[in-house]
Each structure stands twice: as structure tokens, then as C-alpha cells.
């Protein structure tokens, strides 16, 4: 997971030492180099097996993270979407280490009632529970007040603001050219960042199609679709832009990093209107480029407005009027843009994000 790369790098950098293990991948990622346990290696020929990767998953998996732990004082957990935690958080306890969990917002907004039963398990064993924002801690601790005095707020870093810095300062490698329409001198729309029916599409494309004609064949409409793919709802999407009046292509084929940070760079108008969310990456690194952005009214991004980004919140009773009002005045929002890549610099960077996880592991070690 690139995301937890990058956390272990700039926490060596700060002078904390860290290394990662992604239970869905089964991958070891040490930044000093530390040699990779045998059984990593064993997985790698399991799961070339039929049913080889439930199979190790089953019998070896929890073996796998138990004997790793050894040499660590503080497990992070990071994201409770697995039940196994449930059980292996008070394992970790009882081998006295120290335990912080770090919700994520699929963890909670999304939360599914039979997740809570094992998730309150760990959260009775765990000396620290981390979240994003302040917004995030406070919906927390109103369902669960018992355990206010174990919650800390703290942002991820975002690699990527780094790498738009370096990419944005190189206008000809910005190139939409890997997708098929006509989108030269036209406003870029983009909607959503995955194929998940929780983005809500259908109800963009209804909204946007219900734009004057001369709006209309000034727009280019991109969706992302290219991973968390639902065929029976990708089916309805596709059904539902068969008959549209603007220019739109759907991107299905995985991004190369100049892809993606070239759809950031050269996007006009940004619409997340998925269901729930705590920080989204994707919106992130769209007001960093200066891009037009609207999101959910429901979304808890106060932390954007509590630092004095511009952006537009909308219900979806408006979504329409938002959009109209976005792309006619288009001119006027991208200045109320402009100061958003440094502000939000300030708050998600690594540079501004290391110094709090380095102060919540000290605090669990004194």
C-alpha cells in the first residue's frame, strides 16, 4: 500500500523507526531494508494454488502477524474493515505491547452493524484511537463516549501534493491524450474517483444533462472507473450515458502516475458527491491543482473550511444549480481557488502531518 509506504519513510526521516505490513497483499515493507519473514515468501507460493491465498489467510496469516510484532513496541493498526483484528488486537495486548488504531473513514461512516460487535473489542484494548479530524472525533465520540479520553486527531500525509508541485512546474508533461474524445478547448468536468456506486454517478449525469445546449457543447465529462468496479452498476452507468448530450468518456484502463496527476492538473470542475467519507485523497490533490471543486454537503470536511479553502457544498436537491453556477462563472471561481494549494499544503502534507504521529507515539511510550 503506497500510503503506508510513504508513512514509514518520512517517520524514519523524523528519526522514528517504522515498517509495514498489508494483510490484504501480504507484503513486508521495510524503508532500512529489513529482510522479509519466510512465511511472506511462503504466501507467494500458496496463493499460486487453487484456493491457496484463503488457505494461508486461514491457517497461517494470524502465526504471520503475531511472529512479526516481536520486534516492535507499537502496533498501528490501520483500518478495521478485517474481523481478525477483533482477536488479534487483545493478543497484541497480552504480548505487552502498545496498540493505536487508526479509523478510517470507511470504518466508520459506512460502519455495518455486525463490524461494531469486534470493533468495540479493539477499541476496549487499544491505548490510542486516531482519526483525521476534529469533525471525525466528534461523530465518534457521540456514539462511542466511553472511549473520548483514548481519541487523537491527525491527518495522513499526501505524497501526491509533493509530486503535483514538481508536475504542475511542467506544463508539457501534462497530457490527456491516453483518453479517446474531444476535449481540446473544452471546460474538463470530473466526476467522482472510482467505480463504486456510492459516488453516486447516475445522479451527476442526470444533473448534467439537464444543462443548457450551450453549456453543454462547452463541457468534457470524465469518470474514473478504473478500480472498486461493480459490474451491475458499471451496466446502469453506461445505460445512463447512452442518450446524454455532452461529451464524456468513461476511463476504465488503470492510470500511470503522469495519467492521474495529469486528469488533476488539467481538470476544470471537480464533483465528489459520494455517500460518506473522512478526507478523500482525490478531493484533496483537485483543490491543490486550483481546480473548481464540489462536494456533498454531508461530507465531514469542515477541516478544508476551518483553514480557509474555497470550495462549493451542495445537497443533492442543488447539485444542478451548483454545476450550472460552477461552469458560468468559471473565470471567477478559479481565482477563489488560487490560495487553495497553499493552505491545504499546510494541513495534509507529510512535512505537517509527521510531527503529530511522532507526538501521539511518544506519548504512548512515556
Not at 508513512?7 to 507484503?27: H, M, P, Q, W
Request: charged fraction near 25%; proline fraction near 4%; hydrophobic fraction near 40%.
Amino acid at each position: 500500500m503506497v500510503l503506508m509506504d510513504s508513512l514509514c519513510e518520512n517517520l524514519n526521516k523524523a528519526g522514528v523507526y517504522a515498517d509495514s505490513f498489508d494483510t490484504s497483499l501480504i507484503r513486508f515493507f521495510s524503508p532500512k531494508g529489513q529482510k522479509k519473514p519466510i512465511l511472506v515468501s511462503l504466501y507467494k507460493l500458496t496463493k499460486k494454488l487453487p484456493y491457496g491465498k484463503r488457505f494461508f489467510e486461514r491457517h497461517f496469516l494470524h502465526r504471520l502477524i503475531m511472529y512479526l510484532i516481536k520486534d516492535y513496541d507499537i502496533i498501528d493498526v490501520q483500518s478495521l474493515f478485517k474481523p481478525m483484528y477483533g482477536y488479534l488486537v487483545p493478543k497484541f495486548k497480552e504480548k505487552g505491547k502498545k496498540v493505536k488504531v487508526h479509523i478510517w473513514g470507511s470504518d466508520f461512516y459506512k460502519n455495518l452493524p455486525q463490524w461494531v460487535i469486534w470493533q468495540v473489542k479493539v477499541y476496549d484494548k487499544a491505548d490510542i484511537i486516531q482519526m483525521a479530524t476534529e469533525q471525525m472525533k466528534n461523530d465518534f465520540i457521540d456514539r462511542f463516549p466511553q472511549y473520548e479520553h483514548k481519541v487523537r486527531t491527525g491527518v495522513f500525509g499526501n505524497q501526491q501534493l509533493d509530486n503535483l508541485t514538481k508536475f504542475r512546474q511542467h506544463p508539457e508533461k501534462q497530457d490527456l491524450s491516453f483518453i479517446r474524445g474531444d476535449y481540446q478547448d473544452k471546460l474538463i468536468v470530473t466526476c467522482g474517483y472510482n467505480a463504486r456506486s456510492r459516488h453516486q454517478h447516475l445522479k451527476m449525469i442526470e444533473a448534467l444533462d439537464k444543462l443548457p445546449h450551450e453549456i453543454l457543447e462547452s463541457i468534457f465529462v470524465i469518470f474514473p472507473m478504473t478500480y472498486l468496479r461493480e459490474n451491475n452498476y458499471l451496466k446502469q452507468v453506461e445505460d445512463a450515458l447512452k442518450n446524454v448530450r455532452f461529451s464524456y468518456v468513461m476511463i476504465n484502463d488503470y492510470m500511470t502516475e503522469n495519467q492521474l496527476m495529469s486528469l488533476r492538473a488539467m481538470t476544470d470542475l471537480y464533483i465528489n458527491i459520494i455517500e460518506s467519507d473522512a478526507l478523500s485523497s482525490s478531493t484533496q490533490e483537485h483543490l491543490f491543482c486550483g481546480n473548481v471543486v464540489i462536494v456533498g454537503d454531508w461530507l465531514p470536511y469542515s477541516i478544508f473550511e476551518d483553514n480557509g479553502l474555497f470550495y462549493i457544498k451542495t445537497s443533492l436537491e442543488q447539485l444542478y444549480h451548483n454545476i450550472f453556477y460552477a461552469l458560468t462563472h468559471m473565470e471567477e471561481l478559479k481565482k477563489k481557488s488560487a490560495e487553495n494549494p497553499a493552505r491545504l499544503y499546510r494541513i495534509t502534507s507529510w512535512e505537517s502531518a509527521i510531527p503529530k504521529f511522532k507526538e501521539i507515539y511518544e506519548e504512548m511510550l512515556n
